[in-house]
């Protein structure tokens, strides 16, 4: 089945095909990966230094090495396009995914320019995950000499370009979709914020008029209560 005007190339059923979306959010700063995997230092991306020769050299082998026909597509403006494939590893997965579909493999089909931000965005989208994209973080795994390094990617880097370096073979560069480690209110705009503390006014204020009509209840008895049993002599 296609989607966004792709065809699938693949008969897997739990991978889905679109085109990553332009789309801009504020994400919670980064954080560490934990789970047993050694976390890395974000490596500083280098493609804008590539020339137009370089990049298509680097598309022609990345091509010929290809076994699964997912083969990246050079443009004449020197953008280039592609398949990533993403592993969701979700703790919690959302309401609208299933606990399968939350240890899926994903395929999407992006481009060179798009983002880290704008890749999870559209993987969100896709699954119609409402929650804010800020809750969640890309990460790319290396493999290397028997080892496993995994570290989490900036909203500036390109997840295409990593993969044409790289080569196509997961086994050597694969990514993997997880929750934000961030603290619990990093994920939310101030907006949000904002919102929050006017609910929790509006519920002190209602607890606290509550509370006096109470008291003021209670000291009316008493008074009733005091003026009957008490006579002028």
């Known amino acids: 089945m296609s989607s966004s005007g ?11 095909f679109f085109t990553a979306r332009t789309s801009f959010f504020r994400r919670a700063p980064p954080g560490k990966l934990r789970g047993g995997q050694q976390d890395v230092e974000k490596d500083k991306e280098t493609h804008n ?4 020769e370089e990049i298509k050299e680097k598309v022609h082998k990345y091509n010929l090495a290809v076994t699964d026909k997912l083969k990246m597509t050079l443009n004449s403006n020197g953008i280039y ?14 309401q609208t995914l299933t606990p399968s579909s ?5 395929t999407l089909h992006i481009s060179s320019t798009n983002t880290v ?6 993987l969100l989208k896709k699954l ?11 990460y790319k795994r290396c493999h290397r000499e028997d080892q496993v390094y995994a570290c989490k990617l900036s909203d500036r880097e390109h997840p295409l370009y990593l993969r044409l370096v790289a080569g196509p073979r997961t086994d050597t560069l694969s990514f993997v979709l997880r929750e934000h480690e961030i603290g619990e209110w990093e994920a939310f705009s101030l907006p949000e914020l904002q919102n929050f503390l006017r609910i929790l006014d509006k519920e002190e204020d209602e607890q606290l008029q509550s509370l006096k009509r109470r008291y003021a209840a209670h000291r009316q008895k008493l008074e009733e ?3 009957e049993g008490w006579k002028p002599g």
């Open 102 to 106: 939350s240890g899926c493999m994903n």
């Open 128 to 138: 119609l995950v409402t929650e804010s994209p800020a809750k969640f973080a890309l």
């Open 117 to 122: 931000g704008e890749v999870i965005e559209a």
């Open 49 to 52: 230094y590539l020339s137009k």
């Open 6 to 16: 792709y065809s699938s190339l693949e008969e897997d059923a739990e991978d889905f």
């Open 225 to 227: 209560a005091l003026r």
């Open 81 to 94: 396009t592609g398949f990533i494939k993403v592993q969701m590893e979700l703790c919690k997965p959302p």
